[in-house]
């Protein structure tokens, strides 16, 4: 379950225009919705309008290339079409919480900073492990060129030539206790460079460590080159259950980056996306003597 075709269009031609001048006018022509429908279904799904989503992306953007360029902050300003350094500046303290000349120092401070420690040390993420049927033949790496909201993101990827028989994932668990009787939605963003296959996953184990809900996407994978796009998992946690784990999981070749991973309760009118499902199973055994083709 992901977000709608509407926004989901939307969400690429934003991306596709970050540096552009975009007028929300064009909309309903590019996407084929009218306007009213269209800023409706956006607001409902992501939480924003689509002027607060592109002033968030070209903040995110900014601080990209504070970070990993020599360009002005007058030239940054200007690139992301805000009117002024003065309107920029102000707009990236309400998110960063700092100016953007102060935010280039800092986070200069702290990358070499990382770097020194990856001189010595394989990088750990904190909360995160890389797991899967070969791990070795992948990597885990967090990226401050490549993010969606923030700073980071985290990055699975492949070393060298793997196949479709290989896979990795990224991953972490927790108590299921706050959860219990719950329905749960889990989302995050995900964007893909040349991937055999991949998707997000969720899954609830009871206290004997049974799987009793489980989502990978399969049935909805990731595959190639993709923009960042938003993808969600709904499982209900059983009385029962005693653990959640989830992660991002990449088949085969390929580059895969996942940010904003979110938690949140839904009502039963959201359909769950278990794979486990009984509904997916017949009601009664058939051909039992294999005389049916």
């Known amino acids: 379950m992901q977000y709608s075709d509407v926004t989901q269009k939307t969400i690429s031609y934003i991306e596709s225009n970050l540096m552009e001048e975009i007028q929300l006018d064009v909309f309903p022509a590019v996407i084929g919705y009218s306007k009213f429908h269209l800023l409706r279904i956006f607001r409902k799904e992501t939480g924003k309008s689509i002027g607060e989503y592109i002033r968030l992306r070209r903040l995110t953007m900014a601080a990209m290339l504070l970070l990993n360029s020599d360009e002005t902050i007058l030239t940054i300003a200007f690139l992301f079409h805000f009117q002024s350094q003065e309107a920029f500046t102000r707009a990236f303290k309400e998110v960063y ?152 999981l990449l088949i085969g070749k390929g580059k895969v980056w996942a940010d904003g991973f979110r938690f949140e309760v839904v009502t039963d009118k959201v359909p769950t996306t278990n794979m486990l499902s009984e509904e997916d199973l017949p009601a009664q055994p058939t051909n039992l003597d294999f005389s049916s083709n």
């Open 97 to 248: 919480a700092v100016p953007p000349g102060k935010y280039r120092k800092l986070m200069k401070i702290v990358r070499m900073t990382e770097e020194e420690k990856k001189m010595n040390t394989s990088e750990q993420i904190k909360g995160w492990s890389l797991s899967g049927s070969n791990p070795e033949m992948y990597g885990l790496t967090t990226d401050s060129t490549v993010c969606h909201t923030g700073t980071h993101s985290g990055l699975l990827y492949a070393k060298g030539d793997v196949n479709e028989q290989q896979f990795a994932t990224i991953m972490q668990g927790f108590q299921a206790h706050e959860y219990k009787g719950e329905r749960l939605k889990l989302s995050c963003f995900l964007t893909t460079e040349d991937a055999s296959k991949c998707g997000a996953w969720l899954r609830i184990d009871n206290g004997n460590g049974d799987t009793v809900q489980f989502d990978n996407m399969d049935n909805r994978s990731i595959q190639g080159t993709t923009d960042w796009n938003h993808y969600s998992l709904v499982l209900d946690v059983p009385k029962d259950s005693a653990s959640i784990h989830f992660g991002v």
